[in-house]
């Protein structure tokens, strides 16, 4: 394979993968509790926690740099990243290998958060079932 074709290889993975992310998040778009969509966002979540696995790095250099001060941080960050970033990796991988079983119960996440950045996608709308809060007057 001559190197432009390596290159557009990759790039053609990188979306499939990335299509293929987007679509655990089907329920976001209908908002139904379908055990097939449940059974999505578990893959989804797998292929996401796969791909970001590494970010637990830089994010607990930064946490640690925040309680200390930069060597430390540094040091002790890159440490427990590498530990939670095998831990979201593996777990991604379980995800993605047992999408289709409702194992734990109920598709539920095995590491909490169940993404490496919860608040980059903001709060979760409500569901269409249940009651909208009425604003107090």
Known sequence: MRIGNKKLFVVLMVGMV????ASGYADDMTRSKSEANSMMHKCGRGIVNVLTGWMEVPKNIAVEW???????GTIMGTIKGLGWGVGRTAT????IITFPLPIPEG???????EFIL???WGKDLPYFDEPIEKPMK
Do not use: S
């Open 18 to 21: 990335a299509l293929l992310a």
């Open 66 to 72: 925040k309680k200390t001060e930069p060597f430390t």
């Open 92 to 95: 991604g991988v379980y995800d």
């Open 107 to 113: 598709y539920k996440p095995l590491m909490e958060p």
């Open 118 to 120: 919860p608040d980059l």
